[in-house]
Every structure is written in structure tokens, then in C-alpha cells.
């Protein structure tokens, strides 16, 4: 049951053991800044408690990143520990190789997907914007989220490609199987989120099966890792989407009201939409192409 015909340990029990671990460092990473939300919005209603988490993260942006970006630190260092010392690999093998270049056409076709989604939702009266391009609205929240989306991305990636997939294929799992699991479990840890809806959970599977491959395809980090920020910025941070589910504070903003869920993903984000499915299939076509091109 705990071992394997080799007499190791099933790849399943050491990706349990690294998911619980690194649920638990987050919540000690996360801590301080729940510490410091509690003390500087507590607010009292005839002497009863009440406090809406999120609004009162809204009003504090640092406190948020300080939170969530605590909990993400606390993830990683989990994350590397665990693979130094439970699998005995080096950061090199997790998947912190090859060239910057990959890093780089990743933020690049994270960036224009999102921007080709937005375009056809504009075009198409799926969406409304609610401040010209000539007009945008800059915040603190454009930074705040920026570092927070770079955390994320790379947390997500050393964890479910890095970890998740490694782990497998050193215990002689299929390809196919490694893809698998990699993309479940990263579309499963979201379905907590606000607003998730069954087409979301089905794209960020897609997306998940979409890193794996670009993670496969270059032995390396990069690539998902610049891909998974700039579409998580672009959709909250610049046009003003929810981002799986997630408020948004974009620099500009856009109403989908009037458009049609199936589209926009309503609530959820764009995830939550037909296009986002459409994008992510060019993602791989995209990576293909880019890879071969390296080759060459």
C-alpha cells in the first residue's frame, strides 16, 4: 500500500506529505498579516464582532500581500525543503534550469493571450469598459498585485510542475498519468475560490495540463512560470477581471454585466469562459512552435 514493487514510497504518499506540509507552512507564513489585519480593522457593531474578510483586505492592500504573499513565501520554503531533503534533489532538478529566454516568451504569451480574449470580448460587446484607454487608473493595487502574481507564479509552479511531476516520473509513473494528476490536483486547490463555477475548474485543468506540457517541453521552470504571471496580471491587474473569482483592481476597468457568462466567465474571471478554453489550446501550439524553433 506504501510502497511501490522497487520497495519505495508511492509517489501519492510523498505528494501528500509535501501537499499537508506545505498547507500548514502557509498558514504560519499567512499569520502575521491576519495578526495585523485584525488589529487595524476590527470593526465592532453593537458590541458584536463582525468583519468581511475580503472587504477589510480590500482597504489594505500591503496587509493583503503581506497575507497572501506570506502564505506563498511560506509554501515555497516548503516546497524546497521538502525537495532537498525528502526526494534528495537540488533546485536544478526541480526545475530552475535552462535559458531565461523560455521566462521570458512565457510573460510574453501569458500577456497576449489575455490581451486576444479582451479584444474579442470588446469587439463583440461582451464587455464594456468603464475608463478609456487614454484614461488609466493607477494604484497601489497595480504593485501590490504585481508582486503577489510573481509569488504565485513561481509557488504554483515549483509546487504542482516542479514537485508534483518530479516526484512522479522519478517513481516510473506514465507521462500521461504525471499530466494528470499535475492538472487535477492544481484545478481542485481552486475550487475554494469565490464564484467557481464547473467551466472554470475544467479551464485551469486545461491550463494545468497546458504548463505541463511547457514544463515537460523545456525540462524546465520558465516558461509556466512566465505564462502563469502575466495571465493572472493581465486579467485582474491591467483589464480589470476577476481573477478565479478574486476581486479585481485593474488599471483599467470593465463591466460584464451585459455580456454573456459563457464568454466572459461571469463572476469567476475569464477562466470561466469559452475563450480562455480556446486560448489555452493555442497556448500548446504556441509552446510547440517555440520549442521546435529553439531546436533549430
Do not use: C
Not at 515555497?76 to 535559458?99: C, D, I, P, Q, Y
Not at 517513481?171 to 487535477?184: E, H, M
Not at 469562459?273 to 480556446?278: F, N, Q, R
Amino acid at each position: 500500500m506504501f510502497k511501490n514493487n522497487s520497495n519505495h514510497v508511492r509517489a501519492g504518499w510523498i505528494i501528500f506529505l509535501a501537499f499537508a506540509s506545505m498547507f500548514i507552512a502557509q498558514q504560519i507564513f499567512a499569520l502575521p498579516g491576519g495578526v495585523l489585519l485584525a488589529l487595524v480593522d476590527f470593526p465592532f457593531q453593537d458590541g458584536n464582532y463582525e468583519m468581511d474578510i475580503m472587504a477589510a483586505f480590500d482597504r489594505h492592500p500591503w496587509i493583503f500581500l503581506l497575507t497572501q504573499g506570506g502564505g506563498t513565501v511560506g509554501g515555497m520554503l516548503a516546497t524546497v525543503l521538502l525537495w532537498r531533503f525528502v526526494n534528495k534533489g537540488t533546485l536544478k532538478e526541480l526545475g530552475f534550469r535552462g535559458s531565461l529566454k523560455d521566462l521570458g516568451f512565457g510573460l510574453l504569451l501569458g500577456a497576449v493571450s489575455i490581451a486576444i480574449i479582451f479584444f474579442i470580448l470588446l469587439a463583440s460587446g461582451n464587455v464594456i469598459m468603464l475608463n478609456s484607454f487614454a484614461n488609466p487608473e493607477f494604484s497601489v493595487y497595480a504593485l501590490s498585485f504585481l508582486v503577489l502574481f510573481i509569488l504565485v507564479g513561481f509557488f504554483e509552479e515549483m509546487f504542482f510542475r516542479g514537485y508534483v511531476m518530479s516526484t512522479m516520473e522519478r517513481r516510473g509513473n506514465p507521462k500521461w498519468l504525471v499530466y494528470v494528476v499535475s492538472a487535477v490536483v492544481f484545478s481542485l486547490v481552486h475550487g475554494t475560490n469565490p464564484n467557481v463555477s464547473i467551466l472554470g475548474l475544467v479551464n485551469i485543468a486545461l491550463v494545468g495540463v497546458l504548463f505541463a506540457y511547457m514544463f515537460d517541453a523545456t525540462k524546465s521552470l520558465w516558461l509556466p512560470i512566465g505564462y502563469h504571471i502575466t495571465w493572472n496580471y493581465f486579467q485582474g491587474n491591467v483589464f480589470g477581471f476577476a481573477v478565479s473569482g478574486t476581486a479585481p483592481h485593474g488599471i483599467y476597468n470593465v463591466s460584464v454585466e451585459e455580456g454573456s457568462d459563457l464568454l466572459t466567465g461571469g463572476a469567476f474571471g475569464l477562466e470561466g469562459g469559452l475563450l480562455a478554453t480556446v486560448l489555452i489550446i493555442l497556448g500548446y501550439f504556441a509552446t510547440r512552435v517555440y520549442v521546435k524553433m529553439k531546436v533549430e
